[in-house]
C-alpha cells in the first residue's frame, strides 16, 4: 500500500559527455517531445534550460497543462512524483533518484497513517512536500502560495490535521486564526536559518527588507517584513521600493531574483553554522550532466501504483480547483 516503485535502468556511461551540453539538450528535447520543468532552487544552469521554472504550485499546474510527451522534472523526487500523478502516460525523467526532500522524509507513511487513525473526523490537509503514500492518505494539497487561502475554505468546525510541516502549519495558524493539528515535520534548509545573524545583517545593512519563506521557524519569521512562496518573494523583490533584501529561503532563488531586479542587491540569509547549509543538497544533486544523461537513457524513470496514483490525484485536483 505504502510503496511507490521507482523504475531505474542502469545508468552506466559508456560515452563521453557532448561538448556542447546545451545544444545536445535541446537536440533530446526534440527527440523526446519533452518539456524541462525546473525548481527555482535549481543551479542556475538548469535554471536556464528549462522550459518552466516555477515554485510547488507553478510547476504542477505547469505539469497539469503539458502537452509534451516527457517531463523532465529538475527537481526533487516529489515534485517528480507530483508531475506522474498529474499525467499518468507521460514519461517522467528525474535527473538524480536520490534527490529527496528532508520534509516529505520526516512524514512515513506507516507512521502517518496511525497518526490519522488516532485523529477521527478529521480533514487532511497536506503540504506538497510530501510522499505520493502520504498525498493519497489526505484530502486536500497546498503549497505555500495556498495554504493560507485554501485552511480558510474549510468550514470553521471541521478539525483539520495538516502536515508534514510545522512551521508553515503554524503560520498558517496564525493567519487563520485555526487551531490545527500538526504533524511535527520540518525542512533542514529551512530550520537553518541563524535568527541572530539575520539581525546582525539587518544592523550591518539597515534598509535592506528580511524576506523569507513560510517553512523558516517563526523566530526568523518574526523579522521579515514579507513572507511567502518562492514565488511570491520573487514577486515582492521586484515591486518593492528597497533595493536591499535579506533573503531567508534556498538561496537558487537569488538566480532569478537578480535577473529580474538586477540593479537590487540579494543577501542570502545566513544559517547557523559557518557551512552551505542553506543551499538545499537534495535539490543540487541535479546537475545539468545527470539531466543530459536521463534524457538521453530515459532513466531514472518515476513510476508508481495506479491506486497510489488515483488515491493521491483526488486531493491534487481538490487544490487546483481550491486555488484556481
Ligand atoms: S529545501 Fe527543504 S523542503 Fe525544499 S526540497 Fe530541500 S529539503 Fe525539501
Not at 507513511?109 to 498525498?135: G, Q, R, T
Not at 520540518?186 to 550591518?204: A, D, P, R
Not at 532513466?299 to 493521491?312: G, K, N, V, Y
Amino acid at each position: 500500500m505504502f510503496t511507490t516503485t521507482l523504475a531505474q535502468r542502469d545508468t552506466t556511461q559508456t560515452s563521453a559527455l557532448p561538448l556542447d551540453l546545451f545544444a545536445a539538450i535541446a537536440d533530446l528535447k526534440k527527440e523526446l517531445n519533452a518539456v524541462i520543468l525546473a525548481h527555482y532552487y535549481q543551479e542556475p544552469d538548469i535554471q536556464d534550460i528549462a522550459d518552466f521554472i516555477g515554485d510547488s504550485l507553478q510547476l504542477a499546474k505547469a505539469a497539469a497543462k503539458t502537452n509534451a510527451d516527457a517531463i523532465v522534472f529538475a527537481g526533487v523526487h516529489f515534485m517528480a512524483e507530483t508531475a506522474k500523478i498529474l499525467n499518468p502516460d507521460k514519461l517522467v525523467l528525474l535527473p538524480d533518484l536520490n534527490a529527496g526532500c528532508s520534509l516529505a522524509d520526516s512524514c512515513p507513511a506507516e507512521a502517518f497513517a496511525a497518526f490519522k487513525a488516532a485523529h477521527p473526523n478529521h480533514l487532511v490537509v497536506s503540504y506538497i512536500n510530501c510522499s505520493a503514500d502520504i498525498k493519497a492518505m489526505s484530502d486536500i494539497i497546498c503549497t505555500s502560495s495556498n495554504a493560507v487561502k485554501i485552511v480558510q475554505q474549510i468550514p470553521k468546525e471541521q478539525p483539520i490535521i495538516f502536515a508534514p510541516d510545522r512551521n508553515l502549519g503554524r503560520y498558517v495558524m496564525e493567519q487563520t486564526g485555526r487551531d490545527l493539528v500538526l504533524w511535527e515535520g520540518s525542512c533542514i534548509v529551512h530550520e537553518t536559518f541563524s535568527e541572530k545573524k539575520i539581525v546582525q545583517l539587518k544592523v550591518i545593512h539597515p534598509e535592506a527588507e528580511a524576506i523569507a519563506h513560510p517553512e523558516c521557524e517563526s523566530s526568523v519569521l518574526r523579522h521579515a517584513s514579507f513572507i511567502g512562496s518562492t514565488a511570491a518573494l520573487l514577486k515582492y523583490c521586484q515591486i518593492s521600493p528597497a533595493q536591499e533584501f535579506i533573503v531567508a529561503t534556498e538561496p537558487g532563488i537569488i538566480h532569478q531574483m537578480q535577473k529580474l531586479a538586477p540593479s537590487k542587491r540579494f543577501i542570502p540569509a545566513p544559517p547557523q553554522n559557518n557551512c552551505n547549509c542553506n543551499e538545499c543538497p537534495f535539490m543540487r544533486l541535479n546537475t545539468l550532466e545527470k539531466l543530459y544523461w536521463a534524457m538521453k537513457n530515459r532513466t531514472p524513470e518515476i513510476t508508481m501504483s495506479e491506486d497510489i496514483r488515483l488515491a493521491a490525484l483526488r486531493p491534487m485536483q481538490r487544490m487546483l480547483e481550491m486555488s484556481a
